[in-house]
């Protein structure tokens, strides 16, 4: 697979506190801290890590929607690179054309006094690249497409349900055939019977559109069902990045394997043997030196892990992870933790999760 977006030491910070004598602020929170990871092309690639973490604030500096503090963002439009970082806004507004960005709520990010046809329509009238039969036909394509009926068109945001709602965010967002999408929580305000119908679109269109998510969540069932690869962040870093599988069962990073602990089973008849991380997530306005994990590590150490910064590397194929010991610490997988299971057979993330372990506890 090709590299469809390239990141190379990005960074955002804001200035936070008083401002001191001089009118600078005192202080910088760094809420993406040296990123660097590719994305490939059509792939589906999972952003996760508890709440401040930095997730939303990496989506959309990728696509400059905030301005980045540094570092490069270099996209591979087919024909050439282009560093989105750098951009300025009128050649930003041509290249979001190829970038789109769906968010959690989509009641806030559509507006609630146009009709479906002109809520999807808009940025093809925007950047004047359809009009009269044309246009229609475009908008109505695209909402049956995202599972929308055409008699629907003329009505308001308020007349629908969540998920459709969301289903018209889509098809706005996939209007202009961008290749790129983040994703920012997209289905997290959603009833799991409606998210998984959401998920189920996402993946369609994937496929249908030729398109490259970056999808950020909370929810680690809906990552392993939707995902090819997940990066985990953990105060503004990547801190492993792997295939979902691999992740998800044979982590190398301890915040990983905490995360892993915590998957909630859909199952009531099971159970997780949580892995508690020991106090808060520091501030991302003063990290802990060294490894930014250390306050919480259980294998931390008193030399490398408070001192030394780990960086983030492959410790087997296609397996990044930020830890210094990453190859000799024994850590458990996703579902290792879990203590009692029976079989579910109306839960496809629960079904999606045993199948695969199954696969990966073959090959092992
Ligand atoms: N405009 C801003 N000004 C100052 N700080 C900000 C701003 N936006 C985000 N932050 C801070 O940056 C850090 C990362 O926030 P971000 O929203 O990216 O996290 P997140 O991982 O998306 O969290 P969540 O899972 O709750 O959505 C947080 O400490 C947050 O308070
Ligand atoms: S580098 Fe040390 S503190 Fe950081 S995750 Fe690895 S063992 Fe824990
Ligand atoms: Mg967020």
Same mark, same amino acid.
């Given at each position: 697979m090709s590299t469809l977006v390239e990141i190379k030491n990005l960074e955002k910070h804001f200035p936070v506190g008083k401002t001191g004598i001089f009118g600078k602020h005192k202080s910088l929170l760094k809420a993406v801290n040296n990123v660097s990871f590719t994305i490939k092309k059509g792939e589906n690639l999972g952003l996760v890590g508890?709440?401040?973490? @930095?997730?939303?604030?990496?989506?959309r500096t990728l696509i400059h929607l905030i301005e980045p503090t540094r570092g490069e963002v270099l996209f591979n439009t087919g024909e050439n690179k282009i560093?989105?970082?750098?951009?300025?806004?009128?050649?930003?507004? !041509?290249?979001?054309?190829? +970038?789109? +960005?769906?968010?959690?709520?989509? !009641?806030?990010?559509?507006?609630?006094? +146009?009709?479906?046809?002109?809520?999807? @329509?808009?940025?093809?009238?925007?950047?004047?690249?359809?009009? @009269?039969?044309?246009?229609?036909?475009k908008i109505k394509n695209m909402a049956v497409l995202c599972g929308l009926k055409t008699s629907q068109l003329s009505r308001y945001p308020h007349a629908f349900s969540g998920g459709q709602r969301q289903r018209i965010a889509i098809a706005r967002a996939l209007i202009m055939h961008p290749q790129f999408i983040v994703c920012d929580e997209a289905v997290s305000a959603l009833d799991v019977s409606i998210q998984a119908q959401i998920l189920n679109l996402l993946k369609d269109l994937r496929h249908e559109l030729d398109l490259t998510y970056l999808f950020v969540a909370h929810d680690l069932s809906a990552?392993? !069902?939707?995902?090819?690869?997940v990066a985990v962040m953990y105060?503004?870093?990547?801190?492993? +990045?792997?295939?979902?599988?691999?992740? !998800?069962y044979k982590p190398k990073h301890p915040y990983t394997e905490a995360l892993m602990s915590a998957i909630p089973p859909d199952d009531p008849e099971v159970t997780m043997q949580k892995l508690f991380v020991q106090g808060e997530q520091p501030s991302p306005v003063n990290p802990p030196t060294g490894c930014p994990f250390h306050p919480r590590c259980k294998f931390a150490d008193n030399s490398r892990c408070v001192k030394e910064l780990p960086e983030l590397r492959?410790?087997?194929?296609?397996?990044f992870a930020a830890c210094h010991y990453a190859e000799s610490l024994s850590l458990k997988g996703a579902l290792q933790f879990q203590v009692k299971q029976r079989k579910t057979t109306n839960n496809k993330q629960v079904e999606y999760l045993n199948t695969k372990r199954k696969e990966i506890m073959a090959k092992l």
């Open positions: 508890e709440s401040g973490s @930095g997730k939303t604030t990496l989506g560093d989105i970082a750098k951009l300025r806004r009128g050649e930003l507004r !041509y290249q979001w054309r190829n +970038m789109q +960005m769906i968010f959690q709520d989509p !009641y806030a990010s559509l507006n609630q006094r +146009m009709t479906v046809r002109d809520i999807i @329509g808009e940025p093809l009238v925007a950047n004047k690249l359809a009009s @009269g039969d044309e246009l229609n036909e990552v392993a !069902y939707a995902c090819d690869r105060l503004g870093r990547i801190v492993e +990045m792997a295939v979902t599988e691999e992740l !998800y492959e410790v087997s194929p296609e397996h």
